[in-house]
């Protein structure tokens, strides 16, 4: 499981906000912090624990560091692709044809 504080850390690393062997100060990770319950409602992800599961740690460090950049004029990843990050890993793998053929020959 990783923290809240891990994902602010990794979001503020990853568009430079803090140097690769710093942490963020108390302000950005404020402000980082409520970008961050923001997300977790839009996406729909319980986070009253402040702790996320492992896979989803980097596609959601991902697209919170795409909301923060452009605050501190920085580039970053591109939202609408963190975003679809976050929501596959949260539906789950998309089946195939196989599977659905698979699937259709249990039923006839």
């Known amino acids: 499981m990783k923290t809240r504080s891990d994902i602010i850390t990794r979001a503020c690393r990853q568009v430079r906000i803090v140097a690769h062997d710093e942490v ?3 302000d950005t ?3 980082a912090s409520t970008v961050l319950d923001g997300l977790m409602d839009e ?3 319980d986070f009253s624990t402040d702790e ?3 896979d989803l740690f980097l ?3 991902g697209l919170l560091a795409s909301e923060l950049a452009p605050q501190y004029g920085l580039p970053g990843p591109a939202r609408s692709v963190q975003k679809l990050r976050v929501k596959a890993l949260l539906e789950g793998p998309v089946p195939t044809q196989r599977d659905l053929t698979a699937l259709q020959a249990q039923f006839y």
């Open 52 to 54: 996320i599961e492992d």
């Open 24 to 26: 963020p100060d108390g």
């Open 59 to 61: 596609a959601v460090a």
């Open 43 to 45: 996406m729909g992800i």
């Open 29 to 31: 990770t404020g402000n």
